[in-house]
C-alpha cells in the first residue's frame, strides 16, 4: 500500500528553527509538495520537490532524498502566524497526489 | 500563483436537500480538477478527478450518485451534494490543475464548510 508517516504534532519556539519530517512508500514517484494549512482554510502552497537537494525560500526550506523516502521541511525565524498544519503530498506513477495526515505545529512565545 | 474560487465559502442546509459548490479556475485553463473532503483533525481525501468533458473518476468509497461533478468547460468544475445528511457535514476543498503539463502545482480553492442540519 502507499503510505506517508509525519509526526502528529510538534511545539516550537518563537524565532527558533523547527524540522518537519516526511517519509514516504508509494507506487513510483513524481514530486513531493509542501503545504500549509491554518485551521478552518484550504492549504496553501509552500514547496515542491522533484530531484535529491535543499530547495531554499525565504524562511522556509525543504529537501528531499528519493533514494531514502524522505523529506523534510525547515521553518526558521519562526512566527506565532507559523502555528499551523503542515501537509506532506507525493505525486505517484499515476499522478495521483497521496497525502500524509499532517503535522500540526504549535508555537510558543 | 494562479487563482481558484471557490463558492460558497460555508453553507448550512437541512437534511435531505441537494448543495452545489462552484469551483472556478480564473486567470487559467484547467485541464484537471481535483475534489477533496476533510474532517476535522484529518487528511485530505481525494473523492473524485474530474477532466473537462468527460466523466469524473471517483475513488473507491466514494458514492457517484451522491456527489455528482460536472465539468462543463475548463475553468468550472461543480460538486453536487444530493440528499444530504449530517453525516456529508465536512470541509469540501476543491483543487486545479493548469494545461497539459505532465504535473504541476495544484491551485487550490478556499474550501466550502458544508453544515446538514
Known amino acids: 500500500g502507499q503510505n506517508i508517516d509525519q509526526p502528529t504534532e510538534m511545539t516550537a519556539t518563537e524565532g527558533a528553527i523547527v524540522q518537519i519530517n516526511c517519509t514516504y512508500q508509494?507506487?513510483?514517484?513524481?514530486?513531493l509538495f509542501w503545504y500549509q494549512q491554518h485551521a478552518g482554510e484550504a492549504p496553501t502552497f509552500l514547496s515542491y520537490?522533484?530531484l535529491d537537494g535543499l530547495e531554499e525560500k525565504g524562511r522556509f526550506s525543504s529537501f528531499l532524498s528519493r533514494s531514502k523516502g524522505y523529506s523534510y521541511l525547515l521553518l526558521k525565524e519562526l512566527q506565532m502566524k507559523d502555528s499551523a498544519s503542515y501537509l506532506c503530498?507525493?505525486?505517484?506513477?499515476?499522478?495521483?497526489?497521496?497525502w500524509g495526515a499532517g503535522t500540526k505545529l504549535i508555537i510558543k512565545p | 500563483g494562479a487563482v481558484v474560487s471557490q463558492h460558497p465559502s460555508w453553507v448550512i442546509c437541512k437534511s435531505g436537500t441537494s448543495v452545489k459548490i462552484e469551483c472556478r479556475s480564473l486567470d487559467f485553463q484547467a485541464t484537471t480538477m481535483f475534489w477533496y473532503r476533510q474532517f476535522p483533525k484529518q487528511s485530505l481525501m481525494l473523492m473524485a478527478t474530474?477532466?473537462?468533458?468527460?466523466?469524473?473518476?471517483?475513488e473507491q468509497g466514494v458514492e457517484k450518485d451522491k456527489f455528482l461533478i460536472n465539468h462543463a468547460s475548463l475553468t468550472l468544475s461543480t460538486l453536487t451534494v444530493t440528499s444530504a445528511h449530517p453525516e456529508d457535514s465536512s470541509f469540501y476543498i476543491c483543487?486545479?490543475?493548469?494545461?497539459?503539463?505532465?504535473?504541476?502545482?495544484?491551485?487550490f480553492g478556499q474550501g466550502t464548510r458544508l453544515t446538514v442540519v
Open positions: 474530474s477532466n473537462e468533458g468527460s466523466k469524473a473518476t471517483y
Open positions: 508509494t507506487s513510483g514517484f513524481n514530486g
Open positions: 483543487s486545479a490543475v493548469q494545461g497539459d503539463a505532465a504535473y504541476t502545482e495544484a491551485f
Open positions: 520537490n522533484v
Open positions: 503530498a507525493v505525486v505517484d506513477s499515476n499522478y495521483q497526489l497521496i
